[in-house]
């Protein structure tokens, strides 16, 4: 069977995916296809229907510049209403007839005589000039690899991956990690658990959660007068491009840790809770958490908390790295996060010379502007290495990107170009400069382990400057930058 031939294949139809078509189709590419393993689009926003899961950046931030919705119903949405946005934006700007679905990537490889790339999917096989990644960190479940976990004989699953069938009402429930999903789900379980049971390896730090309904007023006035909420969406990035500062000049963090700490105390009355609670690294190292509710839902009777790692699973026993034990239990709920620097595109990605880029990362991806790869010609990613804020709306990210992409791929078709490389020199003194700038930023001198650290303990993830500079430097396509024929 012949190979269905498109200009532009995308892979993933979630923020990235969606935007990619927008944007592509503005600089004139129409010929672009989307790939999507699932039989709806969304992305992270579909896959994730955890309980109380919610974005932890303002509503008014989190979205498309060019698509205001000014109908959030709160400061910061949930997931069904980011879930209905990302599908009406699709609606309202025809996205859907590019999408395939239940198409997913097995493998995609250069052919280096045809400057093309040949991709197998379940849906068949396309070839295609180009490729936009849009797969996104937050994809495949990271599910550490307990003793004796395979015998536990009671229910488990992933946040991520939530079974709304089973019934929680009653039952004595382990939660492992106290990460980004943890804070919101265990408030939402721990009323109808009969025993609450958190694994926490380290303690984050949580911040009050401002969180008000937005008025039917706010919202009509947002709708008539639209520069009101495009200067609301400034005031809030200035104030989280603010917090960034900090995140750069750690010393200046400190105001935040005493609010964070007063809420603690203000939540937390048992001293030795407390204590278990308490970080012992720089607020930012690790991504700061936001609730109003986690603490009580910690401190109330039926929850205990182990501030230890999980060592082993025996029968129906989850046993600390400390030797505290949660027994007789139902189900096990990880809250374990995502594997961000190992993403699962990289395994199914070979470039010039047959070269898979998993190998060639080994553990630590790297890329020019989070976009480009040496040695991967006509291949784009979307949230690639080194573009992550760690505090700021992804869509400002995204839409860096996919400017400096569409132009990439309008060139290509001006100038007659079939292949577009980013030069080695290039990439290589941009990886330069990021390591440079990231040692002295809490993410590495914070005194803490995160996901933003890869498996050889290098910062694969993090944006050293500004949003600002991101949206500059990234969203801008400099031909001199690449190799071209």
Same mark, same amino acid.
């Given at each position: 069977?012949?190979?269905? @031939?498109?200009?532009?294949?995308?892979?993933?139809?979630?923020?990235?995916?969606?935007?990619?078509?927008?944007?592509?189709?503005?600089?004139?590419? &129409?010929?672009?296809?989307?790939?999507?393993?699932?039989?709806?689009?969304?992305?992270?926003?579909?896959?994730?229907?955890?309980?109380?899961?919610?974005?932890?950046?303002?509503?008014?931030?989190?979205?498309?510049?060019?698509?205001?919705?000014?109908?959030?119903?709160?400061?910061?949405?949930?997931?069904?209403?980011?879930?209905?946005?990302?599908?009406?934006?699709?609606?309202? &700007?025809?996205?859907?007839?590019?999408?395939?679905?239940?198409?997913?990537?097995?493998?995609?490889?250069?052919? !280096?005589?045809?400057?093309?790339?040949?991709?197998?999917?379940?849906?068949?096989?396309?070839?295609? @000039?180009?490729?936009?990644?849009?797969?996104?960190?937050?994809? @495949?479940? *990271?599910?550490?690899?307990?003793?004796?976990?395979?015998?536990?004989?009671?229910?488990?699953? &992933?946040? *991520?991956?939530?079974?709304?069938?089973?019934?929680?009402?009653?039952?004595?429930?382990?939660?492992?990690?106290?990460?980004?999903?943890?804070?919101?789900?265990?408030?939402?379980?721990?009323?109808?658990?009969?025993?609450? /049971?958190?694994?926490?390896?380290?303690?984050?730090?949580?911040?009050?959660?401002?969180?008000?309904?937005?008025?039917?007023?706010?919202?009509?006035?947002?709708?008539?007068?639209?520069?009101?909420?495009?200067?609301?969406?400034?005031?809030?990035?200035?104030?989280?491009?603010?917090?960034?500062?900090?995140?750069?000049?750690?010393?200046?963090?400190?105001?935040?840790?005493?609010?964070?700490?007063?809420?603690?105390?203000?939540?937390?009355?048992?001293?030795?809770?407390?204590?278990?609670?308490?970080?012992?690294?720089?607020?930012?190292?690790?991504?700061?958490?936001?609730?109003?509710?986690?603490?009580?839902?910690?401190?109330?009777?039926?929850?205990?908390?182990?501030?230890?790692?999980?060592?082993?699973?025996?029968?129906?026993?989850?046993?600390?790295?400390?030797?505290?034990?949660?027994?007789?239990?139902?189900?096990?709920?990880?809250?374990?996060?995502? &594997?961000?620097? !190992?993403?699962?595109?990289?395994?199914?990605?070979?470039?010039?010379?047959?070269?898979?880029?998993?190998?060639?990362?080994?553990?630590?991806?790297?890329?020019?502007?989070?976009?480009?790869?040496?040695?991967?010609?006509?291949?784009?990613?979307?949230?690639?290495?080194?573009?992550?804020?760690? /505090? *700021?709306?992804?869509?400002?990210?995204?839409?860096?990107?996919?400017?400096?992409? *569409?132009?990439?791929?309008?060139?290509?078709?001006?100038?007659?170009?079939?292949?577009?490389?980013?030069?080695?020199?290039?990439?290589?003194?941009?990886?330069?400069?990021?390591?440079?700038?990231?040692?002295?930023?809490?993410?590495?001198?914070?005194?803490?382990?995160?996901?933003?650290?890869?498996?050889?303990?290098?910062?694969?993830?993090?944006?050293?400057?500004?949003?600002?500079?991101?949206?500059?430097?990234?969203?801008?396509?400099?031909?001199?930058?690449?190799?071209?024929?």
């Amino acid at each position: 069977m012949e190979p269905r @031939r498109v200009e532009v294949l995308v892979i993933g139809a979630g923020c990235s995916g969606i935007g990619a078509v927008i944007r592509l189709r503005e600089a004139g590419i &129409h010929d672009v296809v989307v790939l999507e393993k699932a039989a709806s689009l969304g992305g992270t926003w579909r896959e994730n229907t955890y309980p109380g899961c919610a974005c932890d950046v303002p509503s008014t931030l989190y979205s498309y510049s060019f698509a205001p919705n000014p109908s959030w119903s709160r400061a910061f949405a949930g997931q069904a209403e980011i879930l209905r946005y990302l599908e009406q934006v699709a609606r309202d &700007h025809d996205v859907v007839r590019h999408i395939v679905f239940g198409a997913e990537v097995h493998a995609a490889r250069w052919d !280096d005589a045809r400057d093309v790339w040949t991709v197998d999917t379940t849906a068949g096989r396309f070839e295609a @000039r180009s490729i936009v990644a849009a797969a996104g960190p937050l994809h @495949r479940p *990271s599910i550490p690899d307990l003793p004796g976990l395979a015998t536990f004989r009671g229910k488990t699953f &992933h946040s *991520s991956r939530w079974d709304h069938d089973y019934d929680l009402a009653g039952k004595r429930v382990a939660v492992v990690g106290t990460g980004a999903s943890a804070i919101q789900f265990v408030p939402e379980i721990q009323p109808v658990v009969g025993a609450l /049971h958190v694994f926490q390896r380290t303690p984050s730090w949580v911040l009050p959660k401002p969180n008000p309904k937005v008025s039917e007023t706010a919202q009509r006035l947002f709708a008539r007068v639209p520069a009101v909420q495009q200067a609301l969406r400034g005031a809030q990035y200035g104030l989280l491009e603010a917090v960034a500062y900090g995140f750069r000049h750690p010393r200046v963090l400190h105001e935040l840790e005493r609010l964070a700490l007063r809420h603690l105390a203000k939540q937390i009355p048992d001293a030795t809770l407390r204590r278990a609670l308490t970080p012992s690294f720089v607020l930012g190292c690790k991504r700061i958490l936001l609730s109003n509710t986690y603490y009580p839902a910690l401190s109330s009777p039926n929850a205990t908390v182990h501030a230890t790692a999980v060592e082993s699973v025996r029968g129906d026993t989850v046993i600390g790295a400390d030797g505290s034990i949660a027994d007789r239990l139902d189900a096990i709920i990880f809250a374990t996060g995502f &594997h961000v620097t !190992d993403p699962p595109i990289a395994e199914r990605v070979w470039g010039q010379g047959g070269r898979r880029l998993a190998d060639l990362w080994g553990g630590s991806p790297r890329g020019y502007m989070g976009t480009t790869v040496a040695g991967y010609p006509n291949f784009f990613l979307v949230l690639g290495p080194n573009v992550g804020t760690g /505090h *700021s709306s992804a869509f400002s990210i995204i839409e860096a990107q996919l400017a400096h992409i *569409s132009d990439a791929v309008a060139a290509m078709r001006a100038r007659g170009w079939t292949r577009l490389e980013v030069r080695a020199d290039v990439e290589a003194a941009f990886n330069d400069e990021v390591q440079t700038a990231v040692k002295s930023t809490v993410y590495n001198a914070g005194g803490c382990t995160s996901y933003y650290l890869d498996h050889n303990g290098r910062n694969s993830t993090v944006w050293p400057w500004s949003t600002t500079r991101l949206v500059e430097r990234v969203g801008r396509f400099d031909a001199a930058d690449y190799q071209a024929r």
